[in-house]
């Protein structure tokens, strides 16, 4: 054999098997962790082992929380990034927004589909970056979302990157968690895995599973008039299980004027106050959850009362209900911040156990190609 033909081809092959075979190899991946709020993303993956190798946070109180548990403050705004700035990394995670997308366009690719929103900068990100793995969480509402066609339009965005996308809707509720939370979740490989979502078959917890009931924190109270009329329910249910509540100092005009208010207990021990008589539709006012019941979805705008501990849940406990670590600090935030920041957040537990399956699908993938990288590199 020509000598020098042999070093070439010696030369292509390591270069290959530089390209190839040595990526396959490495013992901790890592990730990017885009719209990352407070960090749920973060502390799911981190406790699997990977790496955060940069994280990207717009809001300022959000970017101050997670400067304090993670001891650096993520970059701002995302529309500012330059893709090829941002270090190597293999897997891609994001919370995203979901805004509407232009379904007019003329179909050019992600650059038409999805400009004007900031799933436009993720697709971006994937087209410069070309990660392994995507992982991004969103509400449930994105699979209707206008008719499914947004869904629709991220999917097939996502293979036009050459990504082969998998979702579900998953609920906290079935991973152990007393909070009832449907969010959308998507996972797309650069191959075709025939990758599975966990499947959660942990019903049962309950809010006193994770509430405090010795907690006794004046800043957590009821207001004596939400206390008046929760109490005025259990002293007249025993008469009729629907009480009828005084509404004259309401505004004639309103539709609680109008309607009248009225309470009931139900069968999953919730008090539900709201407004209209069983003939009509029945309009929500308020409602409180119990120690024996689950907690609605917490979000930005809402955090449960429980009636029977006559109070607020507590940060603390809203962090258990997002399985957030117990030492996870929010000193020098209000509650109300914190709140608002952990309904945003995504739940630590659940992104954990897809995260599990993420990385046995793909390193169950990976010895199967590269036997057939090698196989191309012998062929050299």
Known sequence: MNYTYYVIKCSIRYDLYK???????????????????????????TELGLECAFSSEINQAARKVYERNFGHQPYGDITKIDPFEIPDFDILTAGFPCQPFSLNGKKEGFKDLTRGTLF???????????PEVVFLENVKGLVTHEGGK?????????RNLGYFPHTAVLNTYDFGIPQYRERWYCVGFRQDIEFEFPKGN????????????????????????ELDRIDFHFQNHHLNPRVKHDNSHCNPKSKAGIH?????????????????????????????????????????????????????????????????????DFSDVSIKVAKKQLGNAVTVKVINE???????????????????DKEQLILI
């Open 202 to 225: 942990q019903r049962g917890s309950k809010l006193a599973d994770i509430m405090d009931p010795e907690l006794n924190d004046p800043r957590l109270a009821l207001s004596k008039d």
């Open 260 to 328: 009248g208010i009225y309470s009931y207990l139900k069968p999953d021990n919730s008090l539900r106050f709201h407004m209209g008589d069983s003939a009509k539709s029945q309009i929500q006012d308020d409602y409180y959850v119990s120690l024996e019941g689950v907690s609605p979805t917490l979000i930005a705008t809402r955090a449960p009362k429980v009636w029977d501990l006559r109070r607020h849940l507590s940060v603390d406990e809203c962090k258990r209900l997002q399985a957030f670590p117990e030492n996870y």
């Open 120 to 130: 436009f900068n993720i697709a971006e990100i994937l087209s410069a970056k070309k």
């Open 354 to 372: 897809i995260g599990k399956n993420i990385l046995k699908y793909y390193k169950e993938s990976k010895p199967r190609a590269i036997e057939k």
């Open 150 to 158: 947004t869904q629709q339009t991220i999917l097939d965005t996502l």
């Open 19 to 45: 390209l190839i075979v040595l990526p396959n190899m490495k013992e901790k991946m890592r990730f990017i962790d885009l719209f990352a709020g407070i960090g749920g993303f973060r502390i799911a993956l």
